[in-house]
């Protein structure tokens, strides 16, 4: 995600701050950066696509003088990465510069009424908003303004701002994005993260959802979005820079492992309302998807297992067949398909060779192509007719995780809209679905609960060589992730395959030496996966089961039993494979492994 810096106080020149600061908010990636401060009664800008090293440059020592100061480096949500979508974004009088984290849902028709008011915008942001909303509240008093202006933002953010009618006050808020005060002497520092501040400060606030700052060199106060007086505690940070920038986790995997409540409601953000899926932003008409006799995943990886959970759920709630293929298998193969096609292309990164080959192939024969990436503006996003993004902000260990569980909400979210759309189901059944949807960022955390109960598990097995992991239907895409994340980051031999097919040949390997992992949660092959567990059992095979909450038929079975809650059967492998992450992250680290960077692998896999 984005990261956002601010300053107040006695320094007249916070540009050297403002640029340290933003540095070290670097590691999470981004495409644009920026600065403002208040020098003279004015506002001083800088802004630039690509990297603080390409914004340096810009900056006149002498023009960019002042204080307070806000800084941002974007990772873009809303509009490609350009000089004019990154941020500050100036009110039309460039009296205000603000800097933003975060999704505001209601933009488009804020966007509406303040054009209407004379506002002019000069970005594709959904950012550009706030500081226009602000500058009409504005009657003197930035404080104020904000408080009112907040009031009216729907979605998550962070903001900084600076008036150049103000020149010793910051005002900052939050509303379901990080903010933290860093507290000087006569002086106060904003951010978003706190490796922005640690080399000025170890004393922080934390800000909560619905508090307002207000800081000025001489002190700070500390409001709801009412104006009531919040006491917060200060914290002293003891972490040094390197734990700082993992927040506090030992590693980034496990930190994005954590993430994954956040992300999933980051993913429904904006997009689901009033029990129904709103998704016309994607760009592709809804007559041509009415009309749709058929979908065609293409992905490589962990992005393939996600579309295999996209295919099941399209299939369940749309009704239409689809494939899923493998990029670098789909690309040599003759172009056979025919008919009313949507061509998906599922791909964090937006940069796989085989992926965007095979997408570009699709297309150049007739079929409307729709991407489903992570990265805004990515080639996979300029390429397509139509983008779902999945909003799961930057991924910095080699491994998907977050990605993965973005990328199942994008297509269970893509499946109700279709089907919505076709009338394939009725109103009641959508709504159950989508109620339980968003029950899922609490059902993941019920899980991470149990973090301690993996970790024990993941000490027994850590010296296993071969692992077999078994799943049937909706199970089966969390089986073949599992089994895919155990060998990259622990170069464990794992297989995942489906288990009705165990009998036609892995069941030879089968014997004391190879853990058995189960996807054994309830549903409506589930008689047939315990049959296939008691058929390693005779074998003397370990079994590790991922089982429903309470589910003792499984546990009595298995030598060890993950619980994950219950959910709709076409959502099990979301939950189904936290647990396997975790495993996988313990096993990795007992094996005194870099779990964040495996040997021989890359981020993004941009050659064939
Ligand atoms: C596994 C992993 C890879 C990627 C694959 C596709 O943890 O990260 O298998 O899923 O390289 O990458 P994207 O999604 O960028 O196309």
Redesign the pocket.
Known sequence: MCGIVGYVGKKNNCTNFLLEGLKKLEYRGYDSAGIAVANDRNLKTVKKKGFLRDLEPLINPERMKGSPGIGHTRWATHGEPSDENAHPHLSCEKRLALVHNGIIENYQELKQELKLKGHHFTSQTDTEVIVHLIEEHYQGDLYDAVKKGVKELRGSFAIAVISADDPDLLVAARYDSPLVVGIGKNEYFIASDIPAILKETRKVIILEDGEIVKAKPDGITITDFDGNLIEKEITEITWDAEAAEKGGYEDFMLKEIHEQPQVILNTMRGRVKEAKIILDEIGLPRELLKRLERMVIV??????YAGLVMRNAVELFAKIPVDVEI?SEFRYRPMLIDGRVLVVG???????AD?LVSLRQAKRVGFPILAI??VIGSSAAREADGVLYTHAGPEIG????K??TA?MVAGFLFALYLAGIKKTISDERREKFIKELLKLPRKVEAILDREDEVKQMAKKYKNYNNFLFLGRTYGLPAAYEGA??LK?ITYVHAEGYPAGEMKHGPIALIDENVPVVFIATKGEVQDKIISNMEEVKARKGKIIAIATEGDKKVADLADDVIYVPWTFEAYTPLLAVVPLQLFTYYTGKLRGLNVDQPRN?????TVE
């Open positions: 992905a490589c990886g962990t992005s393939y990029s599922i791909t964090q990164s937006g940069e796989t992926t990436p992570n080699v491994a998907a995780t990605t993965m990328q895919l994340k990259e692998l890359a981020k993004s896999v």
